[in-house]
């Protein structure tokens, strides 16, 4: 079993590239994320793919993130979400169902759908 988990980070400067996650998640994507995370499955994400993003993030006035307000499909109820985000995927770790990280191919389709959208978002590098 992988001791990482990999995920693409889109963060509100425009900046997008695939980062190796460590178990627990919840631990090691809150510093990416700025706090406690909450898991998201918007609408504008296929499953099994899906979002994380900081609980709190519109309470501490953090800066909208425009791709994943996008996924989120914002421009139809008007809930922005803010901070960087992290796509990954629903999956089975030990068993269980679980966030689990994507495939170098996944991560690649991901990143390629991230780039083509019309927010100015560049592709980073890649980040232990």
């Not at 425009?66 to 068993?95: C, E, W």
Request: charged content about 25%.
């Amino acid at each position: 079993m992988a001791d990482t988990a990999r995920g693409v980070v889109v963060t509100t400067d425009g900046r997008a590239y695939v980062k190796e996650f460590g178990y627990p998640l919840h631990r090691s994507c809150e510093s990416t994320l700025g706090g406690w995370i909450e898991t998201v499955y918007p609408r504008g994400l296929v499953r099994p793919y899906m979002m994380l993003v900081n609980e709190e993030g519109l309470l501490h006035g953090l800066p909208k993130n425009l791709v994943g307000s996008y996924f989120y499909q914002t421009h139809i109820h008007g809930h922005p979400i803010a901070d960087n985000i992290i796509l990954m995927k629903l999956g089975y770790r030990n068993g269980e169902r679980d966030i689990v990280g994507l495939e170098e191919d996944e991560a690649e389709k991901l990143m390629d759908m991230v780039l083509k959208l019309p927010f100015g978002i560049v592709r980073g590098e890649e980040r232990a």
